[in-house]
């Protein structure tokens, strides 16, 4: 079936490093991306990786992938105020680009000062 | 360079009611997709236009319906509308070459009463 799973909340300190997971499903899923929401407003692409790939590095984000596991996770170094938000793990459905990502419920970052 | 933009920005309609939602892609994008995000919950896919057609659909009732124009923008159509369809309509637009970068606008936040 069609799911993905995320934790729902994260507390972290201002300067400390944030990670947020996830776990997918389908195997075949070419892309997988992680989307920022503020409140009200709708979702921010922050970063994507290819499914040939395990790491990618993008200034303060690193996303890790474990194909075998089927697991995801989005790493934000420096954690600043800002960064409150919710961030949704999505896949891509199948190998082919048909627009249908399968969303995460949402991790709910909260950054204490 | 104007991003994804929706309109309207809320909505407030009542139960039976028909509601049309609009979108303009992102300049470039010819590929538009419309999702459902209820309160706390992730964006759950309802169907994507391309080429004045729709190529992939969700698991979504008849009542929801889209078109897409000669100029790429796009409108979602539900009909009868149910207290169960308040929800953030949310856009997004991509470029169909390959690689599935989604790009979404801040949606159309409908209340239905």
């Known amino acids: 079936g069609e799911d993905v799973e995320q934790s729902l909340f994260l507390s972290v300190r201002e300067g400390d490093s944030s990670v947020i997971n996830c776990t997918y499903t389908?195997?075949?899923?070419?892309?997988l991306y992680w989307y920022k929401q503020e409140p009200g407003a709708g979702l921010q692409l922050l970063t994507y990786?290819?499914?040939?790939?395990d790491m990618k590095q993008d200034q303060r984000l690193t996303v890790l992938l474990n194909k075998k596991d089927k697991h995801l996770s989005l790493r934000i170094a420096d954690t600043q105020t800002g960064d409150s938000a919710i961030y949704f793990c999505?896949?891509?459905?199948?190998?082919?680009?048909?627009?249908?990502?399968?969303f995460g419920q949402g991790t709910t970052l909260q950054v204490k000062p | 360079d104007a991003g994804v933009t929706q309109s309207p920005t809320h909505l407030i309609k009542t139960r039976g009611q028909q509601v049309t939602l609009r979108c303009s892609p992102k300049s470039g994008h010819d590929t538009v997709s419309w999702y459902q995000q209820a309160l706390g919950q992730g964006p759950q896919f309802i169907f994507q236009y391309y080429e004045e057609e729709e190529r992939q659909r969700g698991n979504f009732p008849d009542r929801f319906s889209g078109h897409q124009f000669p100029n790429y923008s796009s409108e979602l159509n539900v009909n009868a509308l149910l207290l169960g369809d308040s929800a953030l309509y949310l856009c997004?637009?991509?470029?169909?070459?390959?690689?599935?970068?989604?790009?979404f606008g801040s949606g159309t936040q409908l209340s239905v009463l």
């Open positions: 389908d195997s075949s899923s070419t892309y």
């Open positions: 999505a896949e891509s459905m199948g190998s082919s680009n048909t627009g249908k990502l399968i």
């Open positions: 990786i290819f499914s040939n790939m």
């Open positions: 997004a637009s991509s470029f169909d070459t390959g690689g599935s970068k989604l790009f």
